[in-house]
C-alpha cells in the first residue's frame, strides 16, 4: 500500500544536540510539508517543498532545516537553535500543484527533551 | 490572508447523539476546504473535502458537511455519534497559491457512553 513513513515514532534530544526526523513516501508525490504541533496550537507549517532540489520556508521556520534531494523523501532536522523543540512533528504530501488535491499525513514522531 | 475559526476547543456529546462541530473560514475568494480526523499519537485522517459544486459533500465514516458562502462556514455534522468517533477533529482552508494549508486549532470531541 501507499503512504507515509514518518520514523522513528519517539525521539529523545539532548541539549545542544541535532536530531533528523525521516520522511518517505511512496505516493509519487510532488509537494511534501513538515507541521508541528504542540496542544492546543493545531498544526504550524516549518516548511515544505514542491519540487526536488528546492523548498520554502513555512511560518516557523527558524531553529529547523530541510533538504529534498530525491522525490520520495523529506527529512526535517531539529538544530540546536530550535529552544523548544517538543512536540509532535507531521509530514505530508499532495500529489501536484492543483489546489483541489488533500495532504496526506504519515503517523507523526513525537519529540522530547531528555 | 486565509484563516479558520474553530469555535469549540472541547465538546462532549452522549453516544447515539447528533454532532455539529463548527468552522468559520477567512479568505478572499472560493475556497477549498477540508475536514481531518486525528486520533492520539496519529497522523490526520482526510474526512471529506469541498471545492465546487454542491454544498452539501459527505464523507468518510458517515459524516458530512455544509458550505455557507454567506455566513463563510463549512460545519461538520454526523446524524449519530459511535463511540469510536471520540478525537480531535482539524478543519482547514487551502485558498493560496503556495499549496499552503491553514488549519484551525481543532475541536476535541469526547463521546460518553
Known amino acids: 500500500d501507499g503512504g507515509i513513513t514518518q520514523s522513528p515514532k519517539y525521539l529523545f534530544r539532548k541539549e545542544g544536540q541535532n536530531v533528523t526526523l525521516s520522511c518517505e513516501q511512496n505516493l509519487n508525490h510532488d509537494a511534501m510539508y513538515w507541521y508541528r504541533q504542540d496542544p492546543g496550537q493545531g498544526l504550524r507549517l516549518i516548511y515544505y517543498?514542491?519540487?526536488?532540489?528546492?523548498?520554502q520556508k513555512g511560518d516557523i521556520a527558524e531553529g529547523y532545516s530541510v533538504s529534498r534531494e530525491k522525490k520520495e523523501s523529506f527529512p526535517l532536522t531539529v538544530t540546536s537553535a530550535q529552544k523548544n523543540p517538543t512536540a509532535f512533528y507531521l509530514c505530508?504530501?499532495?500529489?501536484?500543484?492543483?489546489?483541489?488535491?488533500?495532504?496526506?499525513f504519515g503517523d507523526g514522531t513525537r519529540l522530547s527533551i531528555l | 490572508a486565509q484563516s479558520v475559526t474553530q469555535p469549540d476547543i472541547h465538546i462532549t456529546v452522549s453516544e447515539g447523539a447528533s454532532l455539529e462541530l463548527r468552522c468559520n473560514y477567512s479568505y478572499g475568494a472560493t475556497p477549498y476546504l477540508f475536514w481531518y480526523v486525528q486520533s492520539p499519537g496519529q497522523g490526520l485522517q482526510l474526512l471529506l473535502k469541498?471545492?465546487?459544486?454542491?454544498?452539501l459533500v459527505q464523507g468518510i465514516k458517515g459524516f458530512e458537511a455544509e458550505f455557507k458562502r454567506s455566513q463563510s462556514s463549512f460545519n461538520l455534522r454526523k446524524p449519530s455519534v459511535h463511540w469510536s468517533d471520540a478525537a480531535e477533529y482539524f478543519c482547514a482552508v487551502d485558498g493560496g497559491s503556495n499549496y499552503k494549508l491553514t488549519f484551525g486549532k481543532g475541536t476535541l470531541l469526547t463521546v460518553n457512553p
Open positions: 517543498s514542491q519540487i526536488v532540489n528546492d523548498f
Open positions: 505530508a504530501s499532495r500529489i501536484g500543484q492543483a489546489l483541489n488535491q488533500p495532504q496526506h
Open positions: 469541498y471545492f465546487s459544486g454542491d454544498t
